[in-house]
């Protein structure tokens, strides 16, 4: 029908979360009724100072964190009962860290530490998934060497060891990633480079992203829509258009004034 609105669903919706650590008189809430949704196949940032709250929510919806309350949906379904993680299907939703050179094993080859996730999978999906011929395309497509398969992490850069950390979160064909600064720890003539990886990927694979970042100029070049975290609460949330243009609260102006050259019509992250 010609007008009408197309409603794409949400894959994940966060409702009224919270995460409290300690307890009596030492409670620290790390989130604070944080409610937003990401719609399947676009980018979402999530952007904030250092301890603004984040990572905490990543890892709540990993299940590295349960929360102290409210509800995550993953696809409808809730992806927690009080402090039980219900899994959903393996390989579905992967992450990708901020410091590659910790997040990746240094006693494993890169072979074994790409092809680690498929284990949660039943044997057939293992098996077809972890076949050579898919994991030296995949391997290809992130920017690596078949010989790199048989080498150890510390013989990479940083930026080659991030892509090893992006192929390890493809190889189970997720709908959903998260990135939690994937840029921040690696040099700037290579963040670039790694943010249009991530692009071109979320494309060819149909991928939806939760992005998080403290940078804004990242945040304006990768997402669609964003939610700007303060203080484990979210103060601010629309297009990204929208919060650069036209920002409504206090804090976003303050981030936004401490990067001037984001007022420009296009930016791009600094190579």
């Not at 390989?91 to 410091?99: E, K, L």
């Not at 991530?198 to 997402?223: A, D, G, P």
């Amino acid at each position: 029908m010609l007008g009408e609105v197309i409603r794409v669903k949400p894959i994940i919706e966060l409702i009224e979360v919270q995460k409290e650590y300690g307890s009596g008189t030492g409670r620290i809430q790390a989130v604070s009724q944080a409610s937003f949704s990401i719609r399947q196949g676009e980018t979402f940032g999530l952007i904030g100072e250092s301890g603004s709250g984040k990572s905490t929510l990543a890892k709540i919806v990993t299940g590295l964190e349960h929360p102290t309350a409210g509800s995550i949906l993953y696809d409808g379904k809730p992806l927690w009962t009080g402090k039980q993680f219900n899994r959903i299907q393996p390989g579905d939703m992967q992450i990708v860290f901020q410091d590659p050179q910790s997040s990746l094993d240094p006693r494993m080859r890169v072979k074994d530490i790409i092809l680690e996730p498929l284990h949660a999978l039943p044997s057939q999906a293992r098996k077809e998934k972890g076949s050579e011929e898919r994991l030296h395309a995949l391997i290809a497509r992130v920017g690596l060497k078949p010989d790199h398969l048989s080498r150890f992490p510390h013989e990479f850069s940083g930026g080659q060891r991030q892509r090893i950390a992006i192929a390890r979160a493809l190889i189970t064909d997720p709908a959903f990633v998260i990135l939690d600064e994937p840029t921040s720890a690696l040099d700037v003539s290579v963040q670039a480079h790694v943010l249009n990886l991530l692009k071109e990927l979320k494309r060819e694979r149909k991928l939806t992203y939760l992005f998080i970042s403290h940078n804004m100029s990242v945040i304006r070049y990768m997402c669609d829509r964003m939610a700007v975290m303060y203080k484990g609460k979210i103060v601010e949330m629309g297009t990204v258009s929208d919060i650069f243009d036209n920002p409504a609260q206090a804090y976003t102006k303050t981030l936004l004034s401490s990067l001037p050259s984001l007022h420009q019509k296009k930016v791009e992250p600094h190579v």
